[in-house]
């Protein structure tokens, strides 16, 4: 009998990766924990070995795990693609998507080409903003949807995960900025959730600190650390290699990356496909 790869079984290990919790993938797929296990069990068969090592906190791929998420990511894509090309030039609208600055060239590089490649007659506009601003203007209907990041305990009930994320301290290689006191940082501007949590998380630690940069910029903030001026943090995907992950620092908790819409782009088709498409292709 052929053996044959299920898109419905790659899409759900590609889930699991994603976020890194069976719990957390079941949720984004919309099924039970129960049938998310029996989809990967189904998939290692094909697969012949096990793809993932899986323990209460979180799930690693194997070496052979690995190497089925690298050849199947593009056949993912391309299923997807030959969908929208069979529908793509019925659909018509206009999205709103806002999202911070941090995630703004990942998501206008690898999503948005081929979403509009698919759809051509949506016509898209992005807003970049500090996550608790993007949800207020969702909130004022400014914006029909938005990549936001929230605290993991106060994530949305009507939020859709994207991925789950550790923040973590930073500095300069081989300096010792981080032995400073008071602890010199650079955040972004106000309003902002990881500047929220550096913020709660020093003053807990009663650790004293002082601010050489506020910044909406990303790429400003990197390179404030990059340079030996300050500690930041920053998603752990994101660490480059100029910088080094500091331990001993006071605690910061998980967030979430998610996906959210305006009350009245529930219903909008344009809005439903790009919400798959970032579920689908969303990465730090």
Known sequence: MTTT?????????HAVVRTGKFSAAAKLLHKSPAAVSIHIQRLEVVAGGQLLQRDNQSVMLTALGKKL???????????????????????????????????????????????SAAWPNVVMELKMGPSNELE????????????????KEKTSPNAQLLMSTAPVWVGPLNNTVALETPLPLAVYAAPCIYRKAITASLKASGRRSRIVLESHSSKAVQACVEAGLA?????????????????????IPD????????????????????SKALHQSFRL
């Open 5 to 13: 790869l299920s898109i419905e079984l790659l899409r759900t290990f």
């Open 231 to 251: 500690v930041s943090l920053m998603d752990r995907g994101k660490v480059s290699g100029h910088m080094v992950i500091l331990e001993n620092m006071p605690t």
């Open 136 to 151: 207020e203007w969702i909130d004022r209907g400014k914006l029909d949807a938005a990549v936001v990041v929230q605290p």
């Open 69 to 115: 998420l690298r050849s199947t990511a593009e056949l993912l894509r391309s299923h997807d693609q030959i969908l929208a090309d069979l529908h793509g030039a019925n659909l018509t609208g206009r999205i709103i998507l806002g999202m911070p600055d941090e995630y703004a060239a990942q998501v206008i590089r690898e999503i948005l080409p081929p979403f």
């Open 255 to 274: 967030h979430n990356i998610v996906f959210i819409r305006s009350a009245q782009s529930y219903g909008d088709e344009a809005v439903d496909l790009l």
